[in-house]
T-cell receptor, first 113, second 112 residues
Framework: DARVTQTPRHKVTEMGQEVTMRCQPI?????VFWYRQTMMQGLELLAY????????DSGMPKDRFSAEMPDATLATLKIQPSEPRDSAVYFC???????????FGQGTRLTVV | GNSVTQMEGPVTLSEEAFLTINCTYT??????LFWYVQYPGEGLQLLLK?????DKGSNKGFEATYRKETTSFHLEKGSVQVSDSAVYFC???????????FGKGTMLLVSP
C-alpha cells in the first residue's frame, strides 16, 4: 500500500530550537509539496519541488524556513529558530507523472512553546 | 493568480439530509478540479475529481460537476451519514500540476 510517510507525527519544542520535519514520497512520485495548516489560515502552500529541484518557495518565510530534497526518497522542512506562531500541522503531498491526484501524508503536528 | 472560494462552515445536518457545499474558483486556462476530505487527525484524501468542463466526478455517493460557465464545482450528496462528518476541501490545479490551490475547507457535522 503506497503512502507518503511523514516523521515525526508530533513535535513539541521550545521557542528558538531547530525543528526538522521529514517526508518520504511515494516511490516514483517526482512532485513534492509542503503545506501548513492552521485554523486561521487553512492550508498554505510553503514550497514545492519537481525532480528534486525547488520550483516555488514563495510561501515560506525565508529567514527561518528552508526546504530541501537531498535525494528522491526524502524531503525535509526545517525551521530555525522556531517561534510559537509556527505551531501548526505541516503536510507533505506528492504527485507522480501519471497521476492526477495528490497523495498526502498524515502530517506533523508542531507545537512551539 | 488561482483561487478557490468555498462556503464557510460548519455545516450541521441530520443523518439522511441532502448536502451541498458550494465552491467557486478563479483560474487561467483549463484547470482540473478536486474535492478532498480530511478526517480528524489525518491527512487529506481525494474524494473526487473532474478534469474538463461538464465532467461529473463521483465517489461514495458524493458528486460534483465542473461548470465552466459559472466557474463552480459544488459538492452534493443525497443522503449524508454520520461517518461523512469531516472537513471538505475544494481545490484546483493547473496543467502540469505546477500549483495545487485549496479553499479554506468546510467542516461538515452530521448528527444521528
Amino acid at each position: 500500500d503506497a503512502r507518503v510517510t511523514q516523521t515525526p507525527r508530533h513535535k513539541v519544542t521550545e521557542m528558538g530550537q531547530e525543528v526538522t520535519m521529514r517526508c518520504q514520497p511515494i516511490l516514483g512520485h517526482n512532485t513534492v509539496f509542503w503545506y501548513r495548516q492552521t485554523m486561521m489560515q487553512g492550508l498554505e502552500l510553503l514550497a514545492y519541488f519537481r525532480n528534486r529541484a525547488p520550483l516555488d518557495d514563495s510561501g515560506m518565510p525565508k529567514d527561518r524556513f528552508s526546504a530541501e530534497m537531498p535525494d528522491a526518497t526524502l524531503a525535509t522542512l526545517k525551521i530555525q529558530p522556531s517561534e510559537p506562531r509556527d505551531s501548526a500541522v505541516y503536510f507533505c503531498a506528492t504527485i507522480g507523472d501519471t497521476n492526477t491526484e495528490a497523495f498526502f501524508g498524515q502530517g506533523t503536528r508542531l507545537t512551539v512553546v | 493568480g488561482n483561487s478557490v472560494t468555498q462556503m464557510e462552515g460548519p455545516v450541521t445536518l441530520s443523518e439522511e439530509a441532502f448536502l451541498t457545499i458550494n465552491c467557486t474558483y478563479t483560474a487561467t486556462g483549463y484547470p482540473s478540479l478536486f474535492w478532498y476530505v480530511q478526517y480528524p487527525g489525518e491527512g487529506l484524501q481525494l474524494l473526487l475529481k473532474a478534469t474538463k468542463a461538464d465532467d461529473k466526478g463521483s465517489n461514495k455517493g458524493f458528486e460534483a460537476t465542473y461548470r465552466k460557465e459559472t466557474t463552480s464545482f459544488h459538492l452534493e450528496k443525497g443522503s449524508v451519514q454520520v461517518s461523512d462528518s469531516a472537513v471538505y476541501f475544494c481545490a484546483l490545479s493547473d496543467s502540469g500540476y505546477s500549483t495545487l490551490t485549496f479553499g479554506k475547507g468546510t467542516m461538515l457535522l452530521v448528527s444521528p
